[in-house]
């Protein structure tokens, strides 16, 4: 696949994203950094290293619109100036964007619009709403967990939305590194063969 739609989550053993009251001024909810420690290695040459140059490579992102409010809509630019397609239920009048942010409503036209928009290069998606939107419709491709060797006990899980959804994932990569292992999974399709 040449440009796959890639989630990209640091994830708790326990399927936490964050943790309990995640909101504006605590936007990771509370213990919820500690699935980023990861990120201090971010810039050597080991896997987390690695796993963080890849991301910033990719093309275009996705995000869910709660995911997009709670980072401060990342004034604009999430990286290198890529378009970011915030996925969200409704689009209120007057309520633009900044930077290279664009509200998409229809989950495939989202989708449709971020391949074009990353050209040869994957598409990053952030967020439990939007990768739980784009599984269910066929157009997540690969997810990249950061699992982190924590139970964070409550917060907000990464799949709890999907109800009695069944999905078969194929592990297409793992690398492990100081306190994550980053495990790369490709989404089989119905009726593909493992």
Known sequence: MSNPIRLYMSM?????????????????????????NWLDDRESEGPSGQVHREALATGALISGRRTFELAGR????????VQIFVLTHRVDEGDVPPGHACFVTDVEDCARQARAAAGDRPVMVHGAGAAQALLRAGQLDEMEIHLVPVLLGDG??????LGGEHFELDLVRRLEDRDVTHLRYRVRRSGEAA
């Open 12 to 36: 708790s053993l326990d399927g936490y994203i964050a943790g309990p009251d995640d909101r504006p001024g605590q936007e990771l909810g509370r213990d919820g950094g500690r699935l980023f």
């Open 74 to 81: 990342w004034r604009g630019d999430h990286h290198d100036g």
């Open 156 to 161: 907000r899980r990464l799949f709890d939305g």
